[in-house]
């Protein structure tokens, strides 16, 4: 091999290292979208009521067993949980501040009678990028959305004095409640006035099917569903469920509420976790690219020492050469040891980020409510608190009308807990 073609061998490997090295920058400030806003009185038939389901947390299956894997994937289960909570509060927020929408509830999983539902996983959050898969359908089943949102994060929220009270990915949010008000205005004008009856008669039906199952249908080509009649004006039957359904809104209003409080008690501490984070991120992935791009280039140099020509034919020549090739490797190793050090930096940082996520669920406990005199936790069990709540509701139906239910009402593992003090 001549000099020549060994000296452009060397360079091209060294201009790849330094590349590779170079790909770690901080995120810009971002525009500061805002969602469209209802500019004249939305008709009655448009005003939708909209629940958002809390979000499935995206916690892959075995990594809580897993350190090595939570470590390197930066997915802290607890935090995950946290925010599977918080995030559907703010899209709340962002839907009621449009004035577009009727009521905007964070509902349990078991509510599917709301005119629109909308239900989320959390595919990857972190402090530099949030990706959500988004659905929502009305309640006669049409599917508005089934589709995934990604945003980075507005970094002046992460500075101190910045962006005060707005999220770091708020734009995320807006692109979703733009495209649900995008799918709602699609809708045909006979279409949209027949969401809020279905929506309706569907809760009605589950708590008397045999009074109100005729007034469905579902469709076999589409799958939707259908208003074949309307209850008669007076049907005490129906007056009566539709005060048990403001009961059951009540209720769904107070858990609602729950996770605002949740969200406001946990909102300073997630910021400043997140503030840290992206700033652990970015001083780890520059580390990591550190150490890759000084174990390439140590490693270049020892392979240009042990590649040194030796065509010498006098002992100083000899001399110069043997200490080039020394100097060379030399040099070589003091880089590669320098890139393993900041490895361990890196790590450093990682451990920082799984001690501070572990921290934070101190301040991500349950939050407890009182609804009747029942104390609610909301917690991963508030499916079957509310499932439990259904089930009262089912006896209250029962000893207003007299009547037997055709069908039990859904189970509940989970009991309630006994009123107690605050």
Same mark, same amino acid.
């Given at each position: 091999?001549?000099?020549?073609?060994?000296?452009?061998?060397?360079?091209?490997?060294?201009?790849?290292?330094?590349?590779?090295?170079?790909?770690?920058?901080?995120?810009?400030?971002?525009?500061?979208?805002?969602?469209?806003?209802?500019?004249?009185?939305?008709?009655?038939?448009?005003?939708?009521?909209?629940?958002?389901?809390?979000?499935?947390?995206?916690?892959?299956?075995?990594?809580?067993?897993?350190?090595?894997?939570?470590?390197?994937?930066?997915?802290?289960?607890?935090?995950?949980?946290?925010?599977?909570?918080?995030?559907?509060?703010?899209?709340?927020?962002?839907?009621?501040?449009?004035?577009?929408?009727?009521?905007?509830?964070?509902?349990?999983?078991?509510?599917?009678?709301?005119?629109?539902?909308?239900?989320?996983?959390?595919?990857?959050?972190?402090?530099?990028?949030?990706?959500?898969?988004?659905?929502?359908?009305?309640?006669?089943?049409?599917?508005?959305?089934?589709?995934?949102?990604?945003?980075?994060?507005?970094?002046?929220?992460?500075?101190?004095?910045?962006?005060?009270?707005?999220?770091?990915?708020?734009?995320?949010?807006?692109?979703?409640?733009?495209?649900?008000? !995008? &799918? #709602?205005?699609?809708?045909? %004008?006979?279409?949209?006035?027949? $969401?809020?009856?279905?929506?309706?008669?569907?809760?009605? =039906?589950?708590?008397?099917?045999?009074?109100?199952?005729?007034?469905?249908?579902?469709?076999?080509?589409?799958?939707?569903?259908?208003?074949?009649?309307?209850?008669?004006?007076?049907?005490?039957?129906?007056?009566?469920?539709?005060?048990?359904?403001?009961?059951?809104?009540?209720?769904?209003?107070?858990?609602?509420?729950?996770?605002?409080?949740?969200?406001?008690?946990?909102?300073?501490?997630?910021?400043?976790?997140?503030?840290?984070?992206?700033?652990?991120?970015?001083?780890?992935?520059?580390?990591?690219?550190?150490?890759?791009?000084?174990?390439?280039?140590?490693?270049?140099?020892?392979?240009?020492?042990?590649?040194?020509?030796?065509?010498?034919?006098?002992?100083?020549?000899?001399?110069?050469?043997? !200490? &080039? #090739?020394?100097?060379?490797? %030399?040099?070589?190793?003091?880089? $590669?040891?320098?890139?393993?050090?900041?490895?361990?930096? =890196?790590?450093?940082?990682?451990?920082?980020?799984?001690?501070?996520?572990?921290?934070?669920?101190?301040?991500?406990?349950?939050?407890?409510?009182?609804?009747?005199?029942?104390?609610?936790?909301?917690?991963?069990?508030?499916?079957?608190?509310?499932?439990?709540?259904?089930?009262?509701?089912?006896?209250?139906?029962?000893?207003?009308?007299?009547?037997?239910?055709?069908?039990?009402?859904?189970?509940?593992?989970?009991?309630?807990?006994?009123?107690?003090?605050?």
């Amino acid at each position: 091999m001549n000099q020549a073609k060994l000296r452009n061998i060397l360079l091209g490997a060294t201009l790849a290292a330094f590349s590779a090295g170079c790909v770690v920058q901080e995120t810009r400030p971002l525009p500061q979208l805002q969602a469209v806003q209802a500019t004249e009185q939305i008709p009655e038939s448009e005003l939708l009521d909209v629940g958002i389901r809390l979000f499935d947390p995206g916690i892959p299956e075995g990594l809580e067993d897993d350190p090595q894997r939570i470590e390197k994937t930066r997915i802290y289960p607890e935090i995950r949980r946290a925010e599977a909570r918080y995030m559907p509060t703010l899209l709340r927020d962002t839907l009621e501040g449009t004035a577009q929408w009727g009521a905007v509830r964070i509902v349990p999983g078991l509510v599917d009678s709301m005119d629109v539902i909308v239900t989320g996983r959390i595919l990857e959050s972190d402090a530099a990028t949030l990706r959500l898969a988004i659905r929502a359908e009305d309640a006669t089943g049409r599917v508005w959305l089934d589709r995934t949102y990604e945003g980075q994060p507005d970094t002046r929220s992460y500075r101190q004095g910045g962006n005060a009270g707005r999220d770091p990915f708020q734009n995320v949010y807006v692109s979703i409640a733009d495209d649900l008000l !995008a &799918a #709602r205005r699609a809708l045909g %004008a006979d279409e949209l006035p027949a $969401v809020q009856p279905v929506g309706e008669l569907r809760f009605a =039906a589950a708590f008397a099917p045999a009074a109100f199952d005729e007034y469905l249908a579902k469709d076999r080509r589409s799958g939707r569903w259908q208003v074949t009649r309307l209850p008669a004006e007076g049907d005490p039957v129906f007056e009566r469920v539709a005060a048990i359904r403001e009961r059951d809104d009540a209720l769904v209003d107070t858990v609602s509420d729950g996770y605002a409080a949740f969200r406001e008690r946990i909102g300073e501490t997630y910021l400043n976790y997140r503030r840290f984070s992206y700033d652990e991120i970015l001083a780890e992935d520059k580390l990591k690219a550190q150490q890759r791009t000084r174990i390439a280039l140590g490693a270049l140099a020892v392979a240009a020492g042990v590649l040194v020509p030796d065509s010498c034919s006098s002992s100083n020549c000899s001399r110069v050469v043997d !200490a &080039a #090739r020394h100097g060379a490797n %030399a040099g070589g190793v003091s880089g $590669v040891m320098s890139g393993i050090k900041k490895g361990e930096e =890196a790590k450093i940082h990682t451990a920082t980020l799984r001690e501070f996520a572990g921290s934070f669920q101190a301040d991500a406990e349950p939050l407890v409510v009182e609804v009747e005199g029942r104390t609610l936790r909301l917690t991963g069990t508030a499916e079957e608190q509310y499932a439990e709540w259904r089930r009262l509701l089912h006896e209250l139906y029962v000893d207003d009308t007299g009547l037997v239910r055709a069908a039990p009402p859904p189970a509940a593992s989970a009991a309630v807990a006994p009123p107690g003090p605050g």
